[in-house]
């Protein structure tokens, strides 16, 4: 077994490990997605599917859609904890992300908390797992890692899992087990409740697959 084959089965059995802890005050995890069709679901639908039990976005061209999409839930959530398994595959600029807590704004784009998955570039840029706000305050990037832990630690042509945890201003990801933000909102104004959404950046040729999305309502 390889290098990487280990990495990826030590990653693999600290998320199942977790899964195990008991996880006091929150409720039973519930599928948001049921793995058949769009239910439940809006948005730019036309580039979505869903095959084989996943959830699949797929861009046609680098120009095509001109501007990124999102398809979102119809339910609003607050207090949460989301699980999920995604893979990313396409040209060097794929880039994607799950957005919670999630409300439009007039342009037509989802303002509020996101999970990064993907870069630019290659590894130029690489965000998997950082903590961003582009629609509202487009400075913020929070992340505990470094890049060069980011390319150790996610997998490039494979699945990556994703944990977010959201309660009340205290945000924490985690990408394949490992912590990769823990902070917590100064701003009284930005809002405790919306929608989870998946996000379809422009100006790349890419296909985003997630399966097995979980969401644990935390009481």
Do not use: C
Request: no cysteine; charged share 30%.
């Amino acid at each position: 077994m390889d290098l990487g084959n280990i990495r990826y089965l030590l990653s693999a059995l600290i998320i199942f490990s977790t899964w195990l802890q008991p996880v006091f005050g929150q409720n039973e995890g519930q599928l948001i997605f049921n793995g058949e069709d769009l239910d439940g679901w809006t948005g730019a639908k036309s580039y979505w599917k869903v095959q084989e039990g996943q959830l699949i976005g797929t861009t046609l061209s680098k120009k095509d859609p001109e501007k990124a999409l999102w398809i979102v839930s119809e339910k609003e959530f607050d207090d949460f904890e989301l699980t999920l398994w995604v893979k990313l595959t396409g040209d060097g600029n794929r880039n994607s992300g799950v957005y919670y807590r999630g409300e439009w704004n007039d342009e037509g784009q989802v303002v509020g908390y996101e999970f990064d998955i993907g870069g630019w570039g290659g590894e130029k840029e690489l965000w998997w797992g950082e903590l961003h706000d582009p629609y509202r305050r487009d400075d913020m990037w929070i992340s505990l890692l470094e890049k060069e832990e980011v390319i150790e630690l996610y997998n490039k042509k494979g699945w990556n899992h994703v944990r977010i945890r959201a309660e009340d201003n205290h945000i924490q990801h985690w990408l394949n087990g490992t912590k990769t933000v823990d902070w917590y909102e100064e701003d009284t104004s930005i809002q405790k409740q919306g929608f989870i959404g998946f996000q379809l950046h422009n100006e790349s040729k890419f296909e985003v697959k997630l399966r097995d999305i979980i969401l644990t309502p935390i009481q």
